[in-house]
């Protein structure tokens, strides 16, 4: 089965700072999905940025950005010119190629941007 | 689009009630899952359908929990009876099929067992 480690239960950045959220997954698939969900206070969940294993191109959407490094299991999320709106828990998840759409989450990190 | 729509967005009941949590999917998803959020376990899949059909149903905790998915607009997700325990935030999620695509999330369900 696979599994999604994310090691910052919590972290905190100065508005318009830098941040990087870490996420480890364990898998023996060569094919797979993975992406970074964003759940508000106000508790809806949103995608963030997506990336398939297939490709070495690292996904950019604005101000977010990942580093994937397939070999050691690795999907960071950089969040660039940070603002009070990314204030939220983010999930890492991993989703199978072959796997009816199902989504493994992690357990979030909790990120406070400080004005 | 709507989005996914989740009803009620809360609900408080007493230990040993029924309750039913619904749920409508974007129109033209071939999944629905439900999910349970709590501090100490995150997020934890409790069923998924593919087509109106269970395909996973390994996350529900208990015999007291059951869904269903009648049709292709609706789903539901009863607890019969229920414990303080359930108290949590109760996720419907739907996606298309196909590999790259995302799963679209409704707002949950607050539900506080007292």
């Known amino acids: 089965a696979q599994t999604v480690t994310q090691s910052q239960p919590e972290m905190s950045v100065q508005e318009a700072e830098t941040v990087t959220l870490s996420c480890t997954y364990d898998t023996s698939e060569s094919n797979y999905y993975l992406f970074w969900y964003k759940q508000p206070p106000s508790r809806q969940m949103i995608l963030v940025i997506r990336q398939e294993a297939y490709k070495q191109q690292n996904a950019t959407e604005n101000r977010f950005s990942v580093n994937f490094q397939k070999a050691a299991k690795s999907f960071s999320l950089k969040i660039s010119d940070s603002q009070l709106g990314d204030t939220a828990m983010y999930f890492c998840a991993f989703m199978s190629s072959g796997g009816y759409q199902k989504v493994t989450f992690g357990i979030g990190t909790k990120l406070q941007v400080i004005p | 689009d709507a989005g996914v729509i989740q009803s009620p967005r809360h609900e408080v009941t007493e230990m040993g009630q029924e309750v039913t949590l619904r749920c409508k999917p974007i129109?033209?998803?071939?999944?629905l899952f439900w999910y349970r959020q709590t501090m100490m376990r995150g997020l934890e899949l409790l069923i998924y359908f593919n087509n109106n059909v269970p395909i996973d149903d390994s996350g529900m905790p208990e015999d007291r929990f059951s869904a269903k998915m009648p049709n292709a607009s609706f789903s539901n997700l009863k607890i019969q009876p229920s414990e303080p325990r359930d108290s949590a935030v109760y996720f419907c999620?739907?996606?298309?099929?196909?590999?790259?695509?995302?799963?679209?999330f409704g707002p949950g369900t607050r539900l506080t067992v007292l």
């Open positions: 129109s033209g998803h071939d999944y």
């Open positions: 999620a739907s996606s298309l099929a196909g590999g790259r695509n995302e799963q679209f």
